[in-house]
């Protein structure tokens, strides 16, 4: 009984480690450009961004949303308060995660007066709810820009939200 007990360990302790070898043996997606390339990229969609801050330090920043990720992210850039944006330019790129359903949200975000406060509202203040931004958008000028950012992400490889670019490294 101990010899069979003994091998049963063996056995499972075998399993776990192939196990956690499998898990960790796959690779973690990776950014595909270089940081000269992906400045470069970014330069043709800066004009598609919501950007908050008027420092001279440029970030760029992948969020849906809907994601509770990029919601804690953007309300930590707000945390920083006008010291935080005084030094700091943001760029915000709104790119959906496709299970997050976010597409007409992301379209009236950008369709709205005011982008930044409709962003800052429906993702920090919680005072618009996702619901009041869905409706279907067919505006022309709007699905460009949601198609340029997507085009740029995907040349990039973005994978996750937030995915944030500082020097053209992404993280």
């Known amino acids: 009984m101990f010899k069979f007990n003994l091998n049963c360990i063996f056995v499972s302790v075998l399993t776990l480690t192939i196990s956690a070898t499998d898990l960790f043996s796959n690779e973690t997606p990776q950014q595909i450009t270089s940081p000269t390339e992906t400045l470069t990229l970014l330069e043709t969609i800066k004009k598609d ?3 908050i801050g008027n420092g001279t330090k440029e ?7 809907l994601c509770s ?4 992210y953007v309300e930590y850039l707000y ?4 010291k935080f944006f005084s030094r700091y330019k943001i760029y915000l790129y709104l790119y959906e995660l496709k299970r997050k359903n976010s597409a007409n949200i992301i379209k009236n975000i950008l369709e709205s007066q005011f982008p930044e406060t409709t962003l800052k509202a429906l993702m920090v203040d ?3 709810q996702s619901t009041e931004l869905n409706s279907e958008v067919d ?3 709007i699905e460009e820009r949601v198609s340029r950012i997507s085009t740029i992400a995907e040349k990039i490889g ?4 937030p995915f944030i670019i500082t020097n053209g490294k992404g993280n």
């Open 49 to 51: 961004a919501i950007v």
């Open 59 to 65: 970030f760029h920043s992948f969020i849906d949303p």
């Open 69 to 72: 990720l990029s919601q804690k």
């Open 79 to 82: 945390q920083g308060g006008e």
């Open 126 to 128: 919680g005072t618009v």
């Open 139 to 141: 505006e022309f000028e």
């Open 158 to 161: 973005v994978y996750k939200r």
